[in-house]
């Protein structure tokens, strides 16, 4: 029997991507035999070369891996989902907050496209880091290289 090949989407906003972010794909290239990373985008909110240079800075994490690929889209992320004929998607989930966020979330996308999300448990070495904490402290010209890949 041929073995099918899953793949995820891991959509998020990725402002920028941490080493959170990282252990997540990581941990779910075990599981999945794809994985797209997709910065959702909202063209008429961000300047576009912010967005370039986002995505060039996590496809150069991932270069030499074929495993691993990364887009951007705006819109709904299970019509991306769908467009790219994906299995699943994959998000992380760092406490209670990010709980009761991330059930309501896939509640509706599998209420609305049949589209089941996995949710893996962030490393707690990871779990108080965000993007916005990260974003924060760049802003105030903290070093912030210890967060990020
Ligand atoms: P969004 O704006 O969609 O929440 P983010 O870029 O903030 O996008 O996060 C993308 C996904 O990564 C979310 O599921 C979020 O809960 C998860 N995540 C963020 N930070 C971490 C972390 N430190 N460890 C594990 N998962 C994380």
């Known amino acids: 029997m041929e073995k099918k090949i899953r793949t995820a989407v891991f959509p998020g906003s990725f402002n920028p991507f941490t080493n959170g972010h990282k252990s997540i794909v990581d941990r779910a290239l075990d599981l999945f035999d794809n994985i797209i990373i997709a910065i959702g985008f909202n063209e008429h909110k961000e300047d576009s070369g912010d967005l ?82 990260v974003r924060e402290l760049n802003n105030f010209g903290y070093d912030i290289s210890r967060f990020i890949p």
Do not use: W
């Not at 994906?86 to 979330?105: K, P, S, W």
């Open 52 to 133: 370039h240079s986002r995505l060039e800075t996590i496809r150069n994490i991932y270069k030499g891996n074929d495993a691993v690929s990364v887009e951007s889209y705006s819109g709904l992320t299970v019509d991306f989902v769908k467009d790219k004929k994906a299995d699943a998607i994959l998000r992380g989930v760092r406490n209670m907050q990010d709980f009761e966020y991330e059930r309501n979330l896939a509640d509706v996308n599998r209420e609305i496209a049949g589209i089941e999300t996995v949710i893996l448990i962030a490393e707690p070495q990871y779990g108080y880091i965000s993007s916005s904490m």
